[in-house]
């Protein structure tokens, strides 16, 4: 998969980090890790895989958008080449046969600028809150108005709107999907598996937290 990068982005997620990671190390052009301040040797651990990484600034707030955007811009340094870019949240990790399958829909359809799949949860009867996450991963399959954080992108049309905007706290992807559909791009739900997520959501407090962001 020599035409395909990976940016991954997380915050202390322990071995979930390494789950992500090592679903994509080996298996693309290149990966680079965004850190936004882990403690809990997040860092290492990523170099430790040969994992390229990315360790954003403490003085300037964090969003996962302005993660995002430092990944890609890292991306293009090693490879300028690379014709598309995967985006994954530490959190998740990459199914086999996903990176294969969103190659071929992108390769196939020049107007297809984002395509994205099924995220699961991966242990949805663990609790009630990580039910409710895995049910709202389940979208509606074929063209759609926007993706999630795991989505796999066309790098020439990442680059023409100027990728994410770094000053939104939550809803960076809709907003950026506007503006890829504005300059004529379509977005695509896949029939595929893409992504399995591990919430580890066990209190209230964790869900409503997430509701409001």
């Known amino acids: 998969m020599s035409r395909i990068g990976v940016v991954a982005i997380g915050r202390n997620e322990g071995e979930r980090l390494r789950h992500c990671l090592e679903s994509v190390v080996k298996r693309v052009a290149h990966v680079v ?35 995002r955007n430092a990944g890609f811009e890292r991306l293009m340094e090693l490879d300028p ?52 996450c895995d049910i709202e991963w389940d979208t509606p399959i074929g063209e759609t108005k926007a993706c999630g954080g795991d989505a796999m992108m066309r ?23 506007v503006r890829l559909r504005q300059n004529g791009g379509k977005i695509f739900r896949l029939d595929a598996e893409m992504t399995l997520h591990d919430a580890q959501m066990t209190r209230f407090s964790q869900w409503w937290k997430r509701s409001v962001r």
């Open 33 to 67: 890790y965004v850190d936004s301040g882990s403690t809990d040797g997040s860092v290492e651990l990523a170099r430790s895989l040969n994992v390229e990484v990315v360790e954003l600034d403490l003085s300037i707030s964090f969003t996962a958008a302005r993660a």
């Open 81 to 132: 080449q690379l014709e598309y870019v995967q985006f994954v949240d530490g959190d998740c990790e990459i199914v086999n046969g996903w990176l294969e399958r969103a190659q071929q829909e992108l390769d196939t359809h020049p107007d297809t600028v984002v395509v994205c799949g099924r995220r699961r949860e991966r242990f949805p009867k663990a609790t009630i809150y990580n039910h409710l």
């Open 155 to 177: 790098v020439s049309a990442l680059q023409a709107v100027n990728g994410y905007n770094p000053s939104l706290i939550a809803g960076e992807e809709p907003e950026l999907c």
